[in-house]
T-cell receptor
Framework: GQQVMQIPQYQHVQEGEDFTTYCNSSTTLSNIQWYKQRPGGHPVFLIQLVKSGEVKKQKRLTFQFGEAKKNSSLHITATQTTDVGTYFCAGFGSGTYKYIFGTGTRLKVLA | GAGVSQSPSNKVTEKGKDVELRCDPISGHTALYWYRQRLGQGLEFLIYFQGNSAPDKSGLPSDRFSAERTGESVSTLTIQRTQQEDSAVYLC???????????????FGPGTRLTVT
Protein backbone atom coordinates (compact mmCIF):
# COMPACT_ATOMS: atom_id res chain seq x y z
CA GLY A 1 0.00 0.00 0.00
CA GLN A 2 0.89 3.63 -0.23
CA GLN A 3 3.47 4.78 2.30
CA VAL A 4 4.64 8.26 3.17
CA MET A 5 7.89 8.66 5.06
CA GLN A 6 9.37 11.77 6.61
CA ILE A 7 12.91 12.57 7.61
CA PRO A 8 14.29 13.43 10.00
CA GLN A 9 12.14 11.99 12.78
CA TYR A 10 13.48 14.56 15.26
CA GLN A 11 15.35 17.83 14.88
CA HIS A 12 16.75 20.13 17.55
CA VAL A 13 17.90 23.54 16.38
CA GLN A 14 19.10 26.73 18.01
CA GLU A 15 16.72 29.63 17.63
CA GLY A 16 17.60 31.46 14.44
CA GLU A 17 18.85 28.37 12.60
CA ASP A 18 17.07 26.99 9.57
CA PHE A 19 15.11 23.74 9.50
CA THR A 20 14.00 21.40 6.73
CA THR A 21 11.81 18.30 6.77
CA TYR A 22 11.43 15.96 3.79
CA CYS A 23 8.44 13.89 2.79
CA ASN A 24 8.72 10.91 0.42
CA SER A 25 5.89 8.85 -1.02
CA SER A 26 6.09 5.35 -2.46
CA THR A 27 3.55 6.37 -5.13
CA THR A 28 2.76 9.45 -7.20
CA LEU A 29 0.52 11.90 -5.36
CA SER A 30 -2.35 14.01 -6.65
CA ASN A 31 -1.61 16.63 -4.04
CA ILE A 32 0.03 17.01 -0.68
CA GLN A 33 -0.89 18.89 2.45
CA TRP A 34 1.22 19.99 5.39
CA TYR A 35 0.00 20.17 8.99
CA LYS A 36 1.52 21.38 12.24
CA GLN A 37 0.71 19.81 15.58
CA ARG A 38 1.76 21.67 18.71
CA PRO A 39 2.55 19.56 21.79
CA GLY A 40 -0.75 18.42 23.30
CA GLY A 41 -2.71 19.86 20.39
CA HIS A 42 -4.33 18.66 17.22
CA PRO A 43 -3.04 18.99 13.65
CA VAL A 44 -3.64 22.35 12.01
CA PHE A 45 -3.56 22.80 8.25
CA LEU A 46 -0.68 24.85 6.85
CA ILE A 47 -0.82 24.54 3.07
CA GLN A 48 -1.68 22.37 0.07
CA LEU A 49 0.46 21.79 -3.03
CA VAL A 50 -1.06 20.44 -6.23
CA LYS A 51 1.17 21.16 -9.22
CA SER A 52 4.41 19.42 -10.13
CA GLY A 53 7.37 21.55 -9.01
CA GLU A 54 5.13 23.95 -7.13
CA VAL A 55 6.71 26.25 -4.55
CA LYS A 56 4.69 28.21 -2.01
CA LYS A 57 5.82 30.55 0.73
CA GLN A 58 4.21 31.60 3.98
CA LYS A 59 6.40 34.17 5.71
CA ARG A 60 9.41 32.13 6.92
CA LEU A 61 8.01 28.81 5.63
CA THR A 62 8.75 27.53 2.11
CA PHE A 63 6.98 24.46 0.72
CA GLN A 64 8.00 22.53 -2.38
CA PHE A 65 6.36 19.73 -4.34
CA GLY A 66 8.72 17.57 -6.38
CA GLU A 67 8.66 17.40 -10.16
CA ALA A 68 7.63 13.74 -10.03
CA LYS A 69 4.99 14.51 -7.38
CA LYS A 70 6.44 11.86 -5.09
CA ASN A 71 8.23 14.09 -2.61
CA SER A 72 7.85 17.38 -0.83
CA SER A 73 9.76 19.54 1.61
CA LEU A 74 9.09 22.20 4.21
CA HIS A 75 11.83 24.69 4.99
CA ILE A 76 11.69 27.14 7.89
CA THR A 77 14.10 30.08 7.80
CA ALA A 78 15.40 31.52 11.08
CA THR A 79 13.38 29.33 13.42
CA GLN A 80 11.59 30.79 16.42
CA THR A 81 10.41 29.12 19.61
CA THR A 82 6.86 29.35 18.28
CA ASP A 83 7.83 26.92 15.52
CA VAL A 84 8.06 24.07 18.03
CA GLY A 85 5.83 21.12 17.18
CA THR A 86 5.49 18.14 14.89
CA TYR A 87 5.16 18.74 11.17
CA PHE A 88 3.22 16.19 9.14
CA CYS A 89 2.81 15.85 5.42
CA ALA A 90 -0.32 14.15 4.14
CA GLY A 91 -0.28 12.63 0.70
CA PHE A 92 -3.38 12.21 -1.41
CA GLY A 93 -2.90 9.41 -3.88
CA SER A 94 -4.22 9.30 -7.42
CA GLY A 95 -7.50 7.42 -7.62
CA THR A 96 -8.05 7.44 -3.88
CA TYR A 97 -9.90 9.76 -1.59
CA LYS A 98 -8.05 9.42 1.66
CA TYR A 99 -4.95 11.08 2.93
CA ILE A 100 -1.99 9.05 4.15
CA PHE A 101 -0.11 10.97 6.79
CA GLY A 102 3.64 10.92 6.98
CA THR A 103 5.48 9.79 10.07
CA GLY A 104 6.09 13.39 11.15
CA THR A 105 9.13 15.43 12.11
CA ARG A 106 9.30 16.72 15.67
CA LEU A 107 11.01 20.09 15.89
CA LYS A 108 12.49 21.52 19.06
CA VAL A 109 13.86 25.04 19.07
CA LEU A 110 16.36 25.96 21.76
CA ALA A 111 16.31 29.59 22.85
CA GLY B 1 -18.13 29.57 13.65
CA ALA B 2 -17.83 26.40 15.69
CA GLY B 3 -15.08 23.98 14.84
CA VAL B 4 -15.04 20.20 15.04
CA SER B 5 -15.95 18.98 18.49
CA GLN B 6 -15.34 15.60 20.06
CA SER B 7 -16.56 13.96 23.22
CA PRO B 8 -15.54 12.83 25.67
CA SER B 9 -12.17 14.57 25.82
CA ASN B 10 -10.80 11.80 28.01
CA LYS B 11 -12.01 8.26 28.57
CA VAL B 12 -10.56 5.68 30.93
CA THR B 13 -12.03 2.22 30.59
CA GLU B 14 -11.32 -1.28 31.72
CA LYS B 15 -10.06 -3.89 29.31
CA GLY B 16 -12.97 -5.73 27.73
CA LYS B 17 -15.47 -2.87 28.00
CA ASP B 18 -17.05 -1.16 24.99
CA VAL B 19 -16.53 2.56 24.33
CA GLU B 20 -18.25 5.05 22.07
CA LEU B 21 -16.56 8.20 20.84
CA ARG B 22 -18.45 11.06 19.27
CA CYS B 23 -17.55 13.61 16.62
CA ASP B 24 -19.53 16.70 15.60
CA PRO B 25 -18.14 18.00 12.29
CA ILE B 26 -18.32 21.53 10.98
CA SER B 27 -21.74 22.20 9.50
CA GLY B 28 -21.73 21.73 5.74
CA HIS B 29 -18.66 19.51 5.66
CA THR B 30 -19.55 16.39 3.75
CA ALA B 31 -16.31 14.51 4.38
CA LEU B 32 -15.45 13.10 7.80
CA TYR B 33 -12.34 11.14 8.84
CA TRP B 34 -11.34 9.23 11.92
CA TYR B 35 -7.67 8.78 12.81
CA ARG B 36 -5.81 7.10 15.64
CA GLN B 37 -2.63 8.62 17.07
CA ARG B 38 -0.58 6.60 19.51
CA LEU B 39 1.73 8.50 21.85
CA GLY B 40 4.55 10.12 19.89
CA GLN B 41 3.40 8.58 16.63
CA GLY B 42 1.82 9.75 13.40
CA LEU B 43 -1.82 9.67 12.36
CA GLU B 44 -3.25 6.30 11.39
CA PHE B 45 -6.27 6.47 9.05
CA LEU B 46 -9.26 4.50 10.32
CA ILE B 47 -12.35 5.35 8.29
CA TYR B 48 -13.71 7.93 5.85
CA PHE B 49 -17.29 9.08 5.26
CA GLN B 50 -18.35 11.08 2.21
CA GLY B 51 -21.95 12.24 2.12
CA ASN B 52 -24.32 9.32 1.73
CA SER B 53 -21.77 7.08 0.01
CA ALA B 54 -20.60 3.83 1.55
CA PRO B 55 -17.76 4.60 3.97
CA ASP B 56 -14.18 3.55 3.35
CA LYS B 57 -13.49 1.21 6.26
CA SER B 58 -10.14 0.00 4.97
CA GLY B 59 -8.20 1.45 7.91
CA LEU B 60 -10.17 -0.17 10.72
CA PRO B 61 -7.66 -2.41 12.54
CA SER B 62 -10.09 -5.16 13.54
CA ASP B 63 -13.76 -6.07 13.59
CA ARG B 64 -13.93 -4.67 17.12
CA PHE B 65 -13.91 -1.23 15.54
CA SER B 66 -16.97 0.23 13.83
CA ALA B 67 -18.22 3.69 12.96
CA GLU B 68 -21.44 5.28 11.88
CA ARG B 69 -22.43 8.64 10.54
CA THR B 70 -25.93 10.02 10.29
CA GLY B 71 -26.18 11.85 6.98
CA GLU B 72 -23.68 14.68 7.02
CA SER B 73 -23.72 15.22 10.75
CA VAL B 74 -22.57 13.43 13.87
CA SER B 75 -20.34 10.38 13.72
CA THR B 76 -19.65 7.78 16.40
CA LEU B 77 -16.67 5.45 16.59
CA THR B 78 -17.31 2.33 18.65
CA ILE B 79 -14.63 0.04 20.00
CA GLN B 80 -15.89 -3.24 21.41
CA ARG B 81 -14.05 -5.37 23.96
CA THR B 82 -11.30 -2.80 24.34
CA GLN B 83 -7.69 -3.93 24.60
CA GLN B 84 -4.71 -2.10 26.08
CA GLU B 85 -3.27 -1.56 22.59
CA ASP B 86 -6.35 0.53 21.79
CA SER B 87 -5.03 3.25 24.11
CA ALA B 88 -4.43 6.31 21.96
CA VAL B 89 -5.86 9.68 20.97
CA TYR B 90 -8.69 9.33 18.48
CA LEU B 91 -8.94 12.32 16.18
CA CYS B 92 -11.84 13.28 13.98
CA UNK B 93 -11.51 15.64 11.04
CA UNK B 94 -13.99 17.09 8.59
CA UNK B 95 -13.64 18.87 5.29
CA UNK B 96 -15.55 20.14 2.31
CA UNK B 97 -15.48 17.73 -0.57
CA UNK B 98 -16.49 17.73 -4.19
CA UNK B 99 -16.92 14.00 -4.45
CA UNK B 100 -14.32 11.33 -4.98
CA UNK B 101 -11.42 13.76 -5.04
CA UNK B 102 -11.57 15.83 -1.88
CA UNK B 103 -8.83 18.39 -2.04
CA UNK B 104 -9.72 20.62 0.85
CA UNK B 105 -8.02 21.13 4.16
CA UNK B 106 -9.05 18.94 7.02
CA UNK B 107 -10.22 20.57 10.23
CA PHE B 108 -9.36 18.46 13.23
CA GLY B 109 -11.19 18.17 16.50
CA PRO B 110 -9.33 18.20 19.84
CA GLY B 111 -9.42 14.42 20.04
CA THR B 112 -10.51 11.86 22.61
CA ARG B 113 -7.74 10.42 24.74
CA LEU B 114 -8.62 6.79 25.40
CA THR B 115 -6.84 4.86 28.14
CA VAL B 116 -7.55 1.16 28.55
CA THR B 117 -6.47 -0.23 31.91
Amino acid sequence: GQQVMQIPQYQHVQEGEDFTTYCNSSTTLSNIQWYKQRPGGHPVFLIQLVKSGEVKKQKRLTFQFGEAKKNSSLHITATQTTDVGTYFCAGFGSGTYKYIFGTGTRLKVLA
Amino acid sequence: GAGVSQSPSNKVTEKGKDVELRCDPISGHTALYWYRQRLGQGLEFLIYFQGNSAPDKSGLPSDRFSAERTGESVSTLTIQRTQQEDSAVYLCASSLSDGWQPAYEQYFGPGTRLTVT
